[in-house]
Nanobody, 123 residues
Framework: QVQLVESGGGLVQAGGSLRLSCTAS????????MGWFRQAPGKEREVITA????????YYEDSVKGRFTITRDNVKNTVFLQMNSLKPEDTAIYYC????????????????WGQGTQVTVSS
């Protein structure tokens, strides 16, 4: 069982930046795909970004391309999400996830989930 602990959410004005972090409890997490989902009020949870175990392959959902950057540090079993040029429509609960292959991850089927962190962007 892998536990994921997220940090870095909060309230920011439109155009601002936030950096989310997520640390996995198990050292073997470095072999998993990792990434972030988000769920806005009244909407389904969606995958927004993912990174493979090596850090060489990434995926971004169209609405965040060019604004969000995902990176990982396998020594620290941590994945980061740098969010720039935030918009009110980015307001959601952001969930860290890991597990499975990169392909299964971006199809919405990771094995482990964090508890979620709230990101609120004011206009």
């Amino acid at each position: 069982q892998v536990q994921l602990v997220e940090s870095g959410g909060g309230l920011v004005q439109a155009g601002g930046s936030l950096r989310l972090s997520c640390t996995a409890s198990q050292p073997t997490a470095h072999t998993y795909a990792m990434g972030w989902f988000r769920q806005a009020p009244g909407k389904e949870r969606e995958v927004i970004t993912a990174i493979d175990w090596s850090g060489e392959t990434t995926y971004y959902e169209d609405s965040v391309k060019g604004r969000f950057t995902i990176t990982r540090d396998n020594v620290k079993n941590t994945v980061f999400l740098q969010m720039n040029s935030l918009k009110p429509e980015d307001t959601a609960i952001y969930y860290c996830a890991c597990g499975g292959t990169f392909g299964s991850f971006i199809r919405g089927k990771p094995d482990y989930w964090g508890q979620g962190t709230q990101v609120t962007v004011s206009s």
